[in-house]
């Protein structure tokens, strides 16, 4: 198997969930991580869980944040190899309930947070591309209901549907400068997103606000059982699917999302 030593990654939303689980993975495969999270302490303690992790405390949503972590990760570990695009969160509604404000929260996270990390890393990469040397990785983190709709989550949906178009647009502009673009789409994993309730949904504190998250305890009984392996995933099911695409094995899968869903396909 080769490896991935010695590489530079930065994960986004790498605090907690699948985010974390990712640091940690290309960590123990070799690689020199950044961390980045909105959350100052979880990401900090984060990056003391991993070694030689440098951490980036931004929210992705200010306009100059995909600027400056690609300056930082550049700055501090030498350059870009591997880039994964997973910060986000949840605020859903039915289409009559939602606001303004709710739906461009959404696409500001899912989609213009991911548009603007990559326009800076595009920029670095047009000056320091090399055709002889390793592949360089993008991933961008889609899910389910980006591919096949979700009831109540149109805004999230939106956003997660147009992470695969620019995951193939980008695939095209970069194949030329070594990088694969690939997605990868989650069906449910256990995080603070999908954490069991047996009423009242959950609540995560998402930039001071109160944000409803979690699955009815029903809810997660359907998820296992639409999948053919009769579980939810874990962060680490999640990393793992990540990593396949960060690896030089996929060297020639470019411009695909890859669906991690545990076998279910609606
Ligand atoms: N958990 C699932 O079932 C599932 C399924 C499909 C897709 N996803 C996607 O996977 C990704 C990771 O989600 P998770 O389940 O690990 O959730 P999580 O809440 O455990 O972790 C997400 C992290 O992103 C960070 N974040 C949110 N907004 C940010 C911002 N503006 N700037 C910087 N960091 C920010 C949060 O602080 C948090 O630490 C998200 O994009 C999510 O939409 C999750």
């Known amino acids: ?24 993975k290309l960590s123990d495969a ?11 302490a979880e990401a900090i303690s984060a990056g003391e869980q991993i070694k030689g992790a440098e951490v ?11 600027d400056r972590l690609v300056d930082f990760a550049v700055d501090r570990l030498g350059g870009i190899d591997i880039l994964v695009n997973n910060a986000g969160y949840i605020w859903h509604s039915a289409i009559h309930n939602m606001t303004d404000d709710q739906w461009d929260a ?3 996270i899912h989609v213009s947070a991911q548009f603007r990390i990559l326009r800076a890393y595009g920029k670095w990469l ?28 149109l ?16 695939a095209k502009e970069w194949g ?33 606000e109160e944000r409803k998250v979690g699955l009815s305890l029903q809810q997660i009984e ?6 053919p392996l009769g579980k939810i995933g874990s962060p680490e099911d999640a990393a793992n699917a990540i990593y396949l695409m960060c690896i030089p094995e996929s060297d020639w899968i470019t411009g695909e999302v890859l669906l991690a869903s545990g076998g279910v396909r609606s």
């Open 1 to 24: 198997m080769k490896s991935i030593e010695g590489r530079v990654a930065i994960v986004t939303g790498a605090a907690r969930g699948i985010g974390l689980a990712t640091a940690k």
């Open 30 to 40: 070799g690689a020199r991580v950044v961390i980045n999270d909105l959350d100052e």
């Open 56 to 66: 980036f405390c931004a929210d992705l949503t200010e306009r100059d944040s995909g």
């Open 106 to 108: 959404m696409l500001d």
């Open 126 to 153: 047009r000056a320091n591309a090399d055709r002889n040397s390793h592949f360089r990785k993008v991933v961008n983190i889609s899910s389910t209901m980006g591919l096949h709709g979700g009831a109540t989550q």
């Open 155 to 170: 805004a999230y949906s939106a956003g997660k549907a147009a992470v695969v178009g620019l995951t193939k647009t980008l």
């Open 176 to 208: 030329r400068f070594n990088v694969t673009v690939n997605a990868v789409a989650f069906g449910a994993i256990e995080t603070r997103l999908t954490s069991p309730y047996e009423t009242e949904p959950n609540i995560a504190i998402v930039k001071g």
């Open 222 to 227: 359907e998820n296992k059982n639409a999948s």
